[in-house]
């Protein structure tokens, strides 16, 4: 890993809201470059500006841009961070002031009490998270040797399948940032948590589609900066990244 490095879905030294994260650069890309720029484009934030009003802006949904950079109060945001945008083409002028006001309902992932680590999942016996797919585990969640990973990373057989770790709601089935390539983020138990999986060679779900636990929503591949065919996998709870192999059997 001498030459790896790693770049941040959240590219930027983000605090207080957002935090950092990581994705680990493995080697050259197997797209070709016009791929990478159906990413989306990043936004750099303004003083006065919240994910509320950037989301209104770019027309897209506040829950997909909030879990693609770990923000976990859609309220604070650093100036100067730069986020991630799926699908938009460029970056827009977005308000500081003035608007409809946040909403009064916040979803799960918005709520203001902090997150309480594992326990509840291990406690709701509806939620089960189960191993995405089959193979090799190839880098644990965490730092390492200066790499860090907000998730695991799986090397798999090509077009092997990536199934649904647990039920629940695709909120995000498309090019991700950075190097993930294809991704797919699914929504669980109503936002208190999300799973995430990364370099798929396909995606065979769409936002807005729920599904079983187990279902087939994927295949393997090494779409994005990786060289060879692997999963990248996240559990966050609400936004924050947890170690997944603290949920799997």
């Not at 089935?173 to 060679?201: K, Q």
């Not at 279902?215 to 609400?238: C, D, K, P």
Request: hydrophobic content about 40%; some cysteine; proline content about 8%.
């Amino acid at each position: 890993m001498a030459r790896e490095r790693v770049c941040g879905w959240r590219v930027a030294v983000l605090a207080l809201a957002l935090g950092l994260g990581g994705c680990a650069w493995f080697g050259p890309s197997a797209e070709p470059p016009a791929l990478a720029k159906r990413q989306g484009a990043y936004h750099t934030v303004l003083p006065g500006q919240t994910l509320w009003r950037i989301s209104r802006t770019y027309g897209v949904d506040v829950e997909e841009i909030a879990v693609l950079n770990g923000i976990n109060n859609p309220d604070r945001l650093l100036a100067g961070a730069r986020l991630f945008i799926p699908r938009a083409a460029l970056a827009l002028s977005v308000p500081t002031r003035g608007g409809p006001p946040p909403p009064k309902e916040r979803p799960r992932w918005a709520q203001a009490e902090e997150p309480h680590g594992k326990s509840p999942a291990r406690r709701n016996a509806a939620l089960r998270f189960a191993w995405p797919a089959e193979g090799k585990l190839l880098h644990r969640f965490g730092s390492k040797e200066g790499a860090k990973y907000d998730g695991i990373v799986i090397a798999a057989q090509p077009a092997s399948p990536v199934r649904a770790a647990a039920a629940g709601q695709v909120i995000f089935s498309d090019w991700g940032p950075g190097g993930y390539g294809r991704t797919i983020i699914i929504r669980h138990a109503e936002g208190e948590y999300h799973s995430v999986y990364a370099h798929n060679a396909e995606n065979l779900v769409k936002k807005g589609d729920v599904v079983e636990g187990g279902r087939l929503i994927g295949r393997v591949g090494r779409t994005g900066n990786v060289g060879q065919a692997q999963l990248h996998f996240e559990i966050r709870q609400r936004t924050v990244p947890q170690d997944p192999l603290s949920y799997l059997p």
